[in-house]
């Protein structure tokens, strides 16, 4: 804290002279206010660090488990790749610290539709239908659900851009229905993964779904 030999007194703050009498003051400055945010950046850093140990733990695990039991197939690059694009879409969205949600939701949109693209330009494998879209979705949905719940984020900011998440993740089942599917696991988890949270969402937060939905169609 400051000080002031002339006027007797302390002076918080950052200030080289005495506001009473103009004198030069001695001693180290003060900071009044904390600075706003370092709670908010330390949240995310912590945040940041449970994703990537999450994901790695996933993916060492599944790896582990698809080695041991090989004839259940060769799955666990398929959790790898999911875990991939989890990282990639949460990493993006934390550069922008607002409405995280929504971010999520038009980088998965990006993705999937680059990756249809890109399977109808290299001759059509039907990869993009079998692997990305389903799994790309079910990023997302665990994406969202996951930063909302850690960040502690109100419901009214994240259910529309997760209930468009939901369904995205239930489109899925057109590609299915019309035989656009040849590998079926992926879509499958994608779509009950959708199912449960479209259920989760309307049960608990029901409310504030069609209080939203009414603000944004200006009902």
Known sequence: MKFCSKCNVQIRGTQNVCPLCQAQVTGESEKMFPDIGT???SRFKILKKLILFATIAVCVLSAAVN???PQSGMWAHFVVFGAVCFIIITTIAFRRLT????HITYL???FC???ILWDYVTGWHNWSFDYAV???CSAALISVSVTNFVLKVPPKEYILSLFTDVLLGLAPIALYLTGNIRVIYPTFICIAL???????LLLFEGRSFYAELKKKSHL
């Open 67 to 69: 080695l041991m039991i």
């Open 99 to 102: 409405n995280i949600s929504k």
């Open 108 to 110: 998965t949109l990006v």
């Open 194 to 200: 959708s199912a449960v949270l479209l259920a989760g």
């Open 113 to 115: 539709i680059f990756s």
């Open 39 to 41: 709670a908010k950046q």
């Open 134 to 136: 389903p799994i790309l």
